[in-house]
C-alpha cells in the first residue's frame, strides 16, 4: 500500500501536471499526450507498410493518383 506522504506528493505532482498556470503545467502535459499518440500512429502505418499488410483500396488509390497525374502532363 501507498504511505499517506507518497500519496500526498503523487497528487501534488498530478495537480501540477493538469493545471493551467505554471511553466510545466497542462499546455506540457498535452503536448507530450498528443506527441506520444502521433509517435504511435505513426509506427503502426510504418509497420503495416513493412510487412505489405497495405489494404487494397490504399494501393488502388495511390496507383489511380499516379497515373492520373501522368496523363496530365
Known amino acids: 500500500m501507498m504511505s499517506r506522504i507518497a500519496y500526498s506528493k503523487l497528487m501534488r505532482f498530478l495537480a501540477a501536471r493538469l493545471s493551467p498556470g505554471g511553466e510545466l503545467g497542462l499546455h506540457l502535459t498535452m503536448g507530450v499526450a498528443m506527441l506520444v499518440v502521433a509517435v504511435a ?6 509497420e503495416a507498410v513493412g510487412e505489405g499488410t497495405i489494404s487494397p483500396v490504399t494501393t488502388s488509390a495511390s ?11
Open 41 to 46: 500512429a505513426f509506427g503502426e502505418i510504418a
Open 63 to 73: 496507383r489511380s493518383g499516379s497515373t492520373s497525374m501522368r496523363s496530365s502532363r
